[in-house]
């Protein structure tokens, strides 16, 4: 089959593109294989679900869906001013957090430019570098026996700036792997690239961290204008289906990601249901510990099974198989426990899975010891 007289031409970096492949919704698996009870172990979702008090205000909602959501967000913006003690004119809500990553993206990436990131970096860097026509530099992960094996390399990723680099992205903790950066090694690098180059620090993650292992990233914004943290109620707040996430950065930062960001990009739900997620400590606190816990223990399991486990300091772990993973992936699907193959970061022994409840881990463990024990 040819493709319409249109298709060739989008630009070269969409035409190396492949779409991003999320993790196989539930519903999906259930019309393919009619099992009545899936677990799905595969997005990093928070697994009690979403923040009671979002759920709460859910449930209790009452304005009117008629009207435009607030464009500024306002509410929303000085609920999160007020717990990082920042100004509001340094908050950005995106549609995800993956929306700032992208509208970063488009303020400073186009065909000239190029984008540095990690091997095994999230897979939203090289689709928005691409998508917007720029050149993705990948900087090779560590190895396999250091002590962070297939973490960021952040000492070589000044090899691969120039005067073209538009946008550096380092994620802590960085997913699909889980691996986590010094907070002193992330206060140097940023101290060290140049101004022109904007640093973008992910941190989807950074709420299941363990305290001691977290940067300051909200006392460095102070001195580094060209610093973008981003964060999300996608993970920890349990509000994935929402879509609600925001950066801190720069006023001047702010300014230019607000210049393109789309008028009514965060709904009005998702912005009234993330201001009473931001009142639930409590929910944080308890998925933080259990996730912290239940980890150790998938880990524990996992290695009594032979199977080694990059570190991780997020709410999955990234295991190797021994063999390749995606036959265990499929194989796992068939038990009706839904996890994320590698294979498209270049990973094709290894899995990711999420640290689910007690329960889904242990369903888990004994699909995993049964598609490891069939011939
Ligand atoms: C999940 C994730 C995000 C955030 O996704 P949104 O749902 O768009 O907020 C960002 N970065 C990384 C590394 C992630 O894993």
């Not at 070269?12 to 539930?26: S, W």
């Not at 759920?55 to 999160?80: F, S, T, V």
Request: a negative charge; aromatic letters at 8%; charged letters at 20%.
């Amino acid at each position: 089959m040819t493709n319409p007289a249109f298709f060739e031409r989008a630009h070269d970096g969409i035409l190396q593109l492949r779409a991003y492949e999320p993790g196989k919704p539930v519903s999906d698996l259930q019309r393919e294989l009619g099992l009545d009870s899936i677990i799905k172990l595969a997005s990093n979702e928070n697994p009690l679900g979403m923040a009671p008090a979002a759920a709460q205000a859910l449930a209790d909602w009452h304005g009117n869906l008629g009207l435009y959501p607030d464009g500024n967000g306002l509410a929303l913006k000085e609920k999160l001013a007020a717990r990082f003690d920042i100004d509001v004119n340094r908050i950005t809500l995106g549609n995800g957090s993956s929306e700032i990553l992208d509208l970063t993206a488009r303020i400073f990436l186009g065909p000239g430019r190029n984008a540095v990131y990690s091997q095994y970096g999230f897979a939203v860097y090289p689709i928005t570098t691409l998508g917007m026509h720029a050149e993705p530099r990948e900087v090779p992960a560590l190895g396999a026996s250091d002590n962070m094996p297939c973490g960021h390399d952040l000492d070589a990723f000044a090899d691969y700036m120039d005067d073209n680099t538009g946008v550096v992205f380092i994620a802590s903790p960085t997913n699909p792997i889980g691996t986590w950066l010094a907070p002193s090694a992330i206060e140097a690098f940023v101290e060290n690239t140049p101004e022109h180059v904007v640093i973008v620090l992910d941190e989807a993650y950074v709420e299941y961290q363990d305290e001691d292992k977290r940067v300051d990233s909200r006392a460095l914004l102070e001195r580094h204008p060209n610093l973008i943290v981003t964060r999300t109620f996608s993970k920890i707040f349990g509000m994935a289906g929402l879509r609600v996430g925001y950066s801190l950065s720069s006023p001047e930062m702010a300014d230019l990601l607000n210049r393109i960001r789309p008028a009514f990009n965060v709904n009005e739900l998702a912005q009234y249901c993330a201001c009473a997620a931001l009142d639930d400590d409590a929910f944080v606190t308890r998925s933080y510990r259990e996730n912290a816990q239940e980890r150790e223990r998938l880990q524990r399991g996992l290695q009594e099974r032979g199977l080694v486990c990059l570190p991780s300091q997020g709410n999955f772990i990234t295991f190797d198989c021994g063999q390749p993973s995606t036959p265990l992936f499929d194989a796992l699907l068939r038990e009706g426990v839904i996890v994320r193959p590698l294979a498209s970061y270049g990973m094709t022994r290894h899995l990711r899975v999420t640290v689910g409840t007690a329960a889904d881990n242990a369903t888990f463990l004994a699909a995993l010891d049964k598609v490891l024990a069939a011939p």
